[in-house]
């Protein structure tokens, strides 16, 4: 399916975040509600990291495309993000320790997100009042700011079943009972290749619960890849998979190894191309995933979307996986990259920091949640692009 030039991103957040005007205002009400106290966290200044990179506070005029966003569509992913931080005692802190930030420090901005309802200048006026937003430096001594790279991750729908039978013969499993054990022993835990070549023996020793049964074996090593997803049973009802743990083995692409042996041409790996192979060659298919060690163990859910790393559904084309050791999970980040394999079309947006990855290493890092289906896959598949981002922090209550 070819997608269309522009996602719609309204009716997606109907869909699959199913939070509308009404009930926007009335979550932020609630929030207002709270009657949450204040502290001042650390002004506008340059902040380095140990070892790390430097935010350099900017004015909003340094944003690219700024007040081109649908900046409105982002607030859904903030009350999320809010509620969640809301939730936690004041004094615990948010992010990376070199930050200095705190719950706390969140209270003002939450608080008055009332101010943003009303469109697009509404929220971006709730923004710039609420928020500092901080230019990412790999080296302040030179001025250098720091490129990233942005990929795509979406949550994938696959043919599943309660029950062994028929087609569906592809284990999905729960946790191990063994495996937080195994944590911090000399011995790994099973790598993907012993757990699937063996799987009756490591089932019967490990008491691994088997969730569902899926289909397709290449659907459920994407299932591993993206880490969450829709089952669709044989009634036709819809059942969500989340992360539920890992076996600590290191991902491993297996798309960058399909390039080296020439099974895909340079500028022709997506997920789309890798997901053909891996169908037209059952075979050696088995082989080549089993070359990633790295093995997902799901659980089922409950909620209006896949759950992120900061415990909260992710919205589509507003949530960021990120690396945590840089970025506080929750925290708005105003992205400048293109849209997937389109070099020449700037993608700007708003999207708030919500999950994070096996791959997602580093400052420069981020990864975008495109959505469920097809549509969003396509995007997700052809993601692959440089670009860099700010970080947009609670502004100090004596500066707003």
């Known amino acids: 399916m070819t997608p269309n030039r522009e996602i719609p991103i309204g009716s997606w957040l109907k869909r699959e975040a199913q939070i509308n005007p009404s009930t926007l205002l009335a979550a932020i009400l609630t929030l207002a509600a709270l009657g949450l106290g204040a502290c001042e966290p650390a002004g506008q200044r340059t902040i380095t990291l140990p070892g790390g990179p430097s935010f350099v506070p900017v004015a909003y005029s340094a944003l690219p495309g700024w007040t081109e966003d649908r900046t409105v569509e982002a607030l859904p992913a903030l009350v999320r993000s809010c509620r969640k931080l809301l939730r936690r005692p004041p004094e615990a802190p948010v992010g990376p320790p070199g930050l200095g930030l705190r719950v706390d420090h969140w209270h003002p901005s939450c608080r008055a997100m009332a101010e943003a309802v009303g469109g697009d200048d509404a929220a971006r006026a709730y923004f710039e009042r609420w928020f500092v937003p901080y230019a990412v430096q790999a080296d302040t001594s030179q001025g250098a700011v720091k490129q990233g790279k942005f990929t795509g991750y979406f949550e994938i729908e696959l043919n599943g079943s309660a029950e062994r039978s028929g087609p569906y013969q592809t284990p999905i499993y729960g946790l191990p009972d063994d495996l937080e054990a195994s944590r911090g022993s000399a011995a790994s835990y099973a790598t993907r290749a012993q757990i699937e070549d063996g799987a009756g023996d490591w089932q019967r020793r490990s008491e691994a619960p088997v969730v569902l049964w899926a289909e397709d074996p290449v659907d459920v090593f994407f299932l591993h890849v993206q880490g969450s ?161 700010f970080l947009l922090l609670p502004r100090r209550r004596d500066e707003s």
């Open 229 to 389: 997803g829709r089952v669709r049973l044989p009634d036709g009802q819809y059942v969500r998979l989340g992360y539920a743990g890992d076996n600590g083995h290191k991902f491993v692409a297996i798309g960058r190894l399909m390039l080296d042996r020439g099974m895909l041409t340079p500028g022709n790996v997506s997920m789309q191309s890798i997901r053909a192979w891996l169908r037209a060659h059952p075979y050696e298919a088995r082989t080549l995933m089993a070359e990633n060690p790295r093995y997902i163990f799901f659980r089922i859910i409950d909620g209006d979307g896949p759950i992120g790393a900061q415990g909260v559904p992710l919205t589509p084309a507003r949530s960021l996986a990120v690396d945590r050791n840089y970025i506080p999970l929750g925290a708005p980040l105003w992205v400048v990259t293109n849209w997937p394999g389109e070099r020449g079309r700037a993608l700007r947006r708003l999207m708030m920091a919500q999950d994070t990855g096996a791959a997602i290493r580093g400052v420069g890092r981020g990864d975008f949640f495109w959505g469920t289906g097809e549509d969003a896959a396509l995007y997700a598949g052809r993601m692959n692009e440089p670009g860099s981002y």
